[in-house]
């Protein structure tokens, strides 16, 4: 296997790879992004990998509906992507997710 730049194993052009996280951060659902990879084959056949991070409690059809559309905007943005390979994770508690204490809401047992 081969890639577009032998120095820098995996990855694409700035502007192609920076479209790809563009796409994958911009969809809905997707709560965080782990490794993407891009790989440039013999026939110039364009394989792409990425990790996606939902919540904890993300419906699995909701999961695939997102995978669906990241593919989707990936192939408009990188037009010779074909082999687009996206793992779901369950992704670790934003830093941002811990809410002021003063939103809780205890019921009592009235």
């Given at each position: 296997?081969t890639?577009?730049?032998?120095?820098?194993?995996?990855?694409?052009?700035?502007?192609?790879?920076?479209?790809?996280?563009?796409?994958?951060v911009?969809?809905?659902?997707?709560?965080?992004?782990?490794?993407?990879r891009?790989?440039?084959?013999?026939?110039?056949?364009l394989?792409?990998t990425a990790?996606?991070?939902?919540g904890?409690?993300?419906?699995?059809?909701?999961?695939?509906?997102?995978?669906?559309a990241v593919?989707?905007?990936i192939?408009?943005?990188?037009?010779?992507?074909?082999?687009i390979?996206?793992?779901?994770?369950?992704?670790?508690?934003?830093?941002?997710?811990?809410?002021?204490?003063?939103?809780?809401?205890i019921r009592?047992a009235?």
């Amino acid at each position: 296997m081969t890639d577009d730049n032998p120095d820098q194993s995996g990855t694409l052009a700035s502007a192609e790879a920076v479209a790809i996280r563009d796409v994958i951060v911009g969809t809905p659902g997707v709560q965080s992004v782990g490794d993407v990879r891009a790989l440039r084959l013999e026939d110039e056949r364009l394989i792409i990998t990425a990790r996606l991070g939902f919540g904890r409690s993300t419906p699995v059809a909701d999961v695939v509906a997102v995978l669906g559309a990241v593919r989707t905007g990936i192939r408009r943005a990188v037009p010779d992507a074909r082999d687009i390979v996206l793992e779901p994770e369950i992704a670790a508690p934003r830093v941002d997710a811990n809410p002021p204490t003063d939103v809780f809401v205890i019921r009592g047992a009235e």
